[in-house]
Nanobody, 114 residues
Framework: QVQLVESGGGLVQAGGSLRLSCAASRRLLLFNIMGWYRQAPGKQRELVATITRGGTINYAESVKGRFTISRDNAKNTAYLQMNSLKPEDTASYYC????????WGQGTQVTVSS
């Protein structure tokens, strides 16, 4: 069983920054890939960013140049640094981890005011 716990969400003005954290109950190197997804009200969940065990990173076009995904294997924690936030980034953000089976966190709310 794997538990993922997100934190770091909140309310921020447009142009501001937030850093989301995803603490895993297992070693990060056990996961083939970790990622951040988001879901806005009335919309489908969408990929934000992923990072593989080997360090390959992928971003959604809408966040390229503004968001940075990273991980600290020693702390079993993945991060999403979000800069230059826009109102359209408002959503619940979810951490995802895949090691054959897929796991999700409970989500953390990010609200960007204009």
């Amino acid at each position: 069983q794997v538990q993922l716990v997100e934190s770091g969400g909140g309310l921020v003005q447009a142009g501001g920054s937030l850093r989301l954290s995803c603490a895993a109950s297992r070693r990060l190197l056990l996961f083939n890939i970790m990622g951040w997804y988001r879901q806005a009200p009335g919309k489908q969940r969408e990929l934000v960013a992923t990072i593989t065990r080997g360090g390959t990173i992928n971003y959604a076009e809408s966040v390229k140049g503004r968001f940075t995904i990273s991980r600290d294997n020693a702390k079993n924690t993945a991060y999403l640094q979000m800069n230059s936030l826009k109102p359209e980034d408002t959503a619940s953000y979810y951490c995802n981890a895949n090691m054959g089976s897929e796991y999700w966190g409970q989500g953390t709310q990010v609200t960007v005011s204009s």
